[in-house]
């Protein structure tokens, strides 16, 4: 059985293990056992409610339970640049315009931006190339929806989600060698692991602080603004699916899009209900439901088929032990796919 949960220490050589397939560009699970152990850490701290709200966050897990082992993370941070910057380019556009000469010429440009200041993010989604498959990837992903619809009072009043920017094979990302190298004199890798690692100061120090015209980047640059990465490509399909949408904003180090929302945008918090929990097996025709405890501190959601629209849901005896409850109680539940999806 596949089930999330929020990371516990002992996740820490898993997720060592993940970090070292993740490759280049995801910098929030970096290879570092120090930095990985403090996330866990940093996790309990957020919900014994130790920590200020700057420098709350969630990490959760994807458990197999069969070999006990942790496959997949994804991550909530819950207030952005309230303890260092928080930094992204927002692609605008400057007029050049002469009347006397009839010459009216629109560029498009990059502006090193703090709009998202305050905002929740969701963040750190890797899972296990081996487990890609049975709706596993939805159900890491997702999961974070329901656990803002039921904790709401613990999240901005928006969220983004900053997606992996292009890099080809070989790690070369091409926003980066036709703009970042110029200013930080430095390896793509080396630059996005310190980001990653909440060494930041030095963007601030570096990066220009007027506009950058696009058309005087190389062509692969322009290129892949705004453009994911392959294996990133249906993570912001999910994502998209939910609620989010490009604004016009991209992360300065690959040009990776930045996805946003307003809370009460996202089909999880709108859609979500309670319902009852009763023993047994649905018929195997039924639309598939992701379904929580609402447990804030030992939260567990897994995947289970059946009907909503009754007002209840069946587990098995075992999903049911999994999400630590008995027949009569009340668990969080939405469909897994929107209808359109569906």
């Given amino acids: 059985m596949m089930i999330i949960r929020h990371a516990e220490p002992r996740d820490l050589a898993d997720l060592l293990a993940l970090a070292d397939k993740s490759g280049i560009g995801l910098t929030s699970l970096p290879r570092n056992a120090e930095m990985l152990a403090a996330r866990i850490e940093r996790t309990r701290k957020t919900l014994s409610g130790e920590l200020p709200q700057g420098e709350q966050g969630y990490l959760f897990v994807l458990e197999d339970t069969e070999y006990e082992r942790v496959v997949g993370v ?9 303890a260092e910057p928080w930094y992204n380019f927002r692609v605008g556009t400057q007029v050049h315009a002469s009347k006397e000469l009839n010459i009216y010429k629109a560029l498009p440009t990059l502006y090193l931006s703090n709009d998202h200041t305050g905002y929740s993010e969701l963040c750190t989604l890797f899972l296990d190339p081996d487990y890609r498959h049975s709706l596993n990837g939805k159900l890491l992903s997702k999961v974070r929806f329901l656990f803002i619809a ?12 900053e997606m992996r920017g292009y890099s080809d094979e070989q790690g070369r990302s091409p926003f980066w060698e036709g703009l970042g190298k110029h200013f930080f004199a430095m390896e793509f890798a080396n630059a996005d692991y310190l980001s990653g690692t909440g060494h930041k100061t030095f963007i601030a120090e570096l990066m220009p602080r007027h506009p950058l ?35 016009g904003y991209v992360d300065i180090f690959d040009g990776g899009p930045t996805l946003e929302a307003e809370l009460d945008e996202l089909r999880a918090v709108k859609e979500s209900r309670r319902v009852e929990v009763t023993l047994g097996t649905a018929p195997a025709d039924m639309s598939v439901c992701l379904v ?12 289970v088929a059946d009907d909503l629209s009754t007002g209840t849901v069946r587990l098995s005896a075992v999903a049911a032990k999994v999400l630590g409850v008995r027949p009569g109680a009340q668990v969080r539940a939405v469909p897994l796919n929107s209808p359109e999806t569906h």
């Fill in 150 to 161: 039921a904790f709401r009072q613990h999240f901005a009043l928006k969220v983004l989600a």
């Fill in 292 to 303: 929580a405890n609402d447990n804030y501190l030992n939260y567990r959601a897994l995947l």
């Fill in 213 to 247: 015209y696009v058309d005087f980047l190389p062509a692969d640059a322009q290129e892949v603004i705004g453009r994911v990465h392959p294996h990133t490509a249906p993570a912001r399909r999910v994502l998209e699916s939910e609620g989010l949408r490009y604004q």
């Fill in 74 to 82: 994804s991550a909530l941070e819950v207030a952005l640049g309230l």
